[in-house]
């Protein structure tokens, strides 16, 4: 692995937090994938899968059709199935950037060890981030192709979902990481599920918020996973507008506001 | 002496450890032996309870926002939908239909999360089993006591969501009748738990079973076996994923309950036995297996 950003010259504050061996800290993850069971891996692919089902095919014949964006009528499958991945880039980037995270930080003593050598807490956390990134890109690959396959998806701006998947984990990564690193114990942790629950039962994931008055709408409105789910939908029928701009903004935002957040707590925690 | 005999059920004595030892009157050890052997499970549950404190903010937040967040979701939200769409099902509006359901299907979770890594942690990570079993304990009691305490915690998370489910006007039996679906829910509870904890006390090397049961067990039966739409509702080849799950028969047995969903007096007998039988299987294999593991 190389290292990347040598030769290159750059400013003081750059280099007291990276030494641009991101490399290094990927080659390691990849090492851990390779050496685990590569079942429990392929697993995470089946959850949004089962999901789709039930709730498409049972819960549609209950259903029927649902405004979709742009107001025309889709089917209640084609509704959810671009939420489903939405929330599935979400869930698998939180679980590796908040509870993986976690354990490498105040048990494993993983960091600890890592800032001990020419690494700066930036590599560590672009390095971790990009891991988590990595799987959510061949979850959302792998369930693009069943919904595909499924006849869920009308057009071809749908490929642009699964780098819109891994914008989405980017964030929540990034994010997650600085947040995580707050925390102390698994008390602490369950908040983290406090958060995600309602956040996936309201963000019109399987059904429109216009249910809701209008302050619980504006709530919703402000919360990441329903950019996500919104972003998805706009790109699985192809109805672009201003408004997927905004959806993929919030989500470069997020993903810089969890970087600068997680850079300065590992230099906070580590390197005093 | 009096203030040291031993109670009978959850309320189990408060043990005063100074005094006894100031008082320098101890019980034989015959004695203390003996009360153990009656009432071991509780003495065991008691502990488990004790351990539970730690996270006890944490249990009363989720029993309380979890049927909230559920019912003003799923069945407000997705029930528009619903109600809009097919309109009533199963002769009720979908809040109603789906609410007995979620109790069932929390409570199973909850136990889900119970028999696997605390009991994993038992026998290996903090051997919190082998301490006991060095006392006249039983491991059939600590199995037992294990699943007492959760027994009563689901008592109190059940009755929760039936307060909620009432207030959301999601019940509409009288309220001796559907209060039902709190028993019922422990019931469904104990028949996926006690297996549960059987096959987890089995494991010696904790390699990602736990991730997969909840992924091709709990999450499929959450999805399929009749929680948020009948059987009826997907092709017939995919209805045996009811038949065999405990969700199923609890939910069905919980419908009858909460709003008098149409259930044969046959079937119900069959959701009965079918509930009763997994739970005295599973606890019969429970005590084996912890027997087997702690005596050896």
């Known amino acids: ?272 | 002496m009096t203030d040291l005999s031993p109670g009978t059920g959850a309320d189990a004595p408060e043990f005063d450890a100074a005094g006894l030892v100031a008082s320098g009157r101890v019980p034989p050890h015959t004695e203390m032996a003996a009360r153990t052997r009656r009432s071991g499970s509780w003495f065991y549950a008691e502990t488990t309870l004790r351990g539970m404190r730690a996270f006890a903010l944490p249990i009363a937040v989720y029993a309380v926002l979890q049927p909230l967040l559920y019912m003003v979701a799923l069945g407000v939200g997705l029930g528009e939908l619903v109600d809009r769409g097919t309109g009533p099902v199963d002769g009720v509006d979908y809040l109603t239909f789906v609410a007995p359901a979620l109790l069932v299907s929390t409570v199973v979770m909850s136990v889900t999360a119970e028999m696997t890594y605390p009991v994993m942690s038992g026998f290996k990570w903090q051997r919190l089993y082998h301490g006991p079993t060095a006392s006249p304990l039983e491991p059939g009691q600590i199995a037992r006591g294990h699943l007492l305490a959760v027994v009563l915690r689901f008592v109190l998370q059940g009755g929760v969501f039936w307060v909620i489910m009432v207030a959301f006007g999601a019940a509409p039996s009288a309220w001796w009748q559907s209060v039902l679906v709190v028993p019922v829910g422990v019931l469904t509870a104990t028949a996926f738990g006690t297996p549960l904890q059987a096959y987890a006390s089995t494991i010696e090397d904790e390699a990602y079973q736990f991730a997969f049961i909840q992924r091709f067990v709990v999450m499929p039966m959450f999805l399929f076996a009749g929680t948020f739409f009948p059987l009826s509702a997907m092709p017939v080849w995919l209805h045996w994923i009811g038949w065999v799950s405990p969700v199923w028969h609890g939910t069905q047995l919980a419908r009858v309950a909460s709003y008098g969903a149409d259930v044969p007096a046959v079937m119900m007998a069959v959701h009965l036995a079918f509930l009763l039988g997994c739970t005295v299987g599973g606890v019969v294999w429970a005590t084996r297996s912890y027997t087997r593991r702690l005596h050896s």
């Open chain 1, 1 to 272: 692995m190389g290292a990347a950003g040598h030769g290159i010259p750059r400013p003081a504050w750059l280099s007291s937090l990276a030494s641009g061996n991101i490399g290094a800290v990927l080659e390691r993850g990849f090492a851990v994938v390779r050496n685990q069971n590569w079942t429990v891996l392929a697993s995470g692919f089946f959850e949004p899968v089962f999901y789709l089902l039930a709730m498409g095919i049972g819960m549609g014949a209950l259903v029927g059709t649902v405004t979709g964006p742009g107001g025309q009528p889709v089917e209640y499958a084609a509704y959810i199935a671009p939420a489903l991945l939405a929330t599935s880039a979400m869930n698998g980037a939180i679980y590796d950037s908040t509870w993986n995270v976690f354990f490498k930080l105040r048990f494993a003593k993983l960091y600890e060890a890592m800032l001990q050598t020419s690494l700066g807490p930036l590599d560590v956390a672009l390095g971790e981030i990009l891991m988590a990134l990595f799987r959510g890109f061949l979850y959302a690959l792998g369930f693009l192709g069943v919904i595909a396959a499924m006849g869920l998806v009308t057009s071809w701006w749908s490929l642009l979902m699964v780098p819109a998947a891994v914008l989405i984990a980017l964030g929540f990564a990034a994010l997650g990481m600085g947040v995580t690193s707050y925390l102390t114990s698994f008390q602490q942790m369950d908040l983290i599920n406090f958060a995600l629950l309602p956040m996936f039962l309201f963000s019109a994931t399987l059904y429109p918020i216009a249910v809701y008055p209008d302050w619980i709408q504006w709530c919703i409105m402000a919360m990441p996973l329903w950019h996500g789910v919104e972003l998805m939908r706009q790109l699985s029928v192809g109805h672009l507008d201003a408004l997927t701009w905004v959806h993929a903004l919030y989500f470069v935002g997020m993903t810089l506001i969890g970087l600068v957040l997680t850079t300065v707590r590992l230099r906070a925690l580590f390197l005093r």
